[in-house]
Structure formats: structure tokens, C-alpha cells
Nanobody, 121 residues
Framework: QVQLVESGGGLVQAGGSLRLSCAAS????????MGWYRQAPGKQRELVAV???????NYVDSVKGRFTISRDNAKNTVALQMNSLKPEDTAVYHC???????????????WGQGTQVTVSS
């Protein structure tokens, strides 16, 4: 069994910062790509940032220069540092990871429960 748990969401004023963290636990054999998605009410889920096992990163254009994704392979965690936050960043943020567990030979996408980020004007 593998689980992903996010933390770090909350309420912040425009221009402020938040750091989201996601920890994977369980019978993990290896972790491939990891990423952060967000979904605002009435909108489609959007990929915000992704980081490969080799450390290559990609971001949606709207957050480039403001958000930074990172990972700690020794701790099985991925983080999203969010600076210069805007009201339009308000959403539920979910972490995602493609993981091979010690119970299965096939990699599977796992999702966290989500954490709310609210940016006030």
C-alpha cells in the first residue's frame, strides 16, 4: 500500500508565499515522475508543475518565475514553493506520483487527498 499526504495549504494575502509538501509512504520500490495539480471550482484540473526522477522540471506558463518544484528522493517527498501568489492561484492542490511499489511490478499513479490554497485580494 502506498499513500501520498499533502500539507502546507492555507490562507495568504496576494503577494505572499506558501510551501506545499507531499510525502509518499508505504511499500515503495521506486518513484518516477512527481507533480502538482490544482483545481479551482468549476474548472478543469490543471497540471501546475512536474519534476522527473532526474530532476528536470516543467511548469504551466502562468506560474513560471513564481513557483518552484523540488523533490527529496531520500525522504520520498515533493514540494512546491509558491511565491508572489495571486488570487487566481486559489484552488485545491493535489500531488501526484508515479510509483512502483514492492507489491506490484507495474508503476501506478497515486494521488494525495489535496490541500486548499486560498489567496485573498
Amino acid at each position: 500500500q502506498v499513500q501520498l499526504v499533502e500539507s502546507g495549504g492555507g490562507l495568504v494575502q496576494a503577494g505572499g508565499s506558501l510551501r506545499l509538501s507531499c510525502a509518499a509512504s508505504g511499500r515503495i520500490f521506486s518513484i518516477n515522475d512527481m507533480g502538482w495539480y490544482r483545481q479551482a471550482p468549476g474548472k478543469q484540473r490543471e497540471l501546475v508543475a512536474v519534476i522527473t526522477s532526474g530532476g528536470t522540471t516543467n511548469y504551466v506558463d502562468s506560474v513560471k518565475g513564481r513557483f518552484t518544484i523540488s523533490r527529496d528522493n531520500a525522504k520520498n517527498t515533493v514540494a512546491l514553493q509558491m511565491n508572489s501568489l495571486k488570487p487566481e492561484d486559489t484552488a485545491v492542490y493535489h500531488c501526484n506520483a508515479r510509483i512502483r511499489s514492492r507489491s506490484f511490478s507495474v508503476e501506478i499513479d497515486y494521488w494525495g487527498q489535496g490541500t486548499q490554497v486560498t489567496v485573498s485580494s
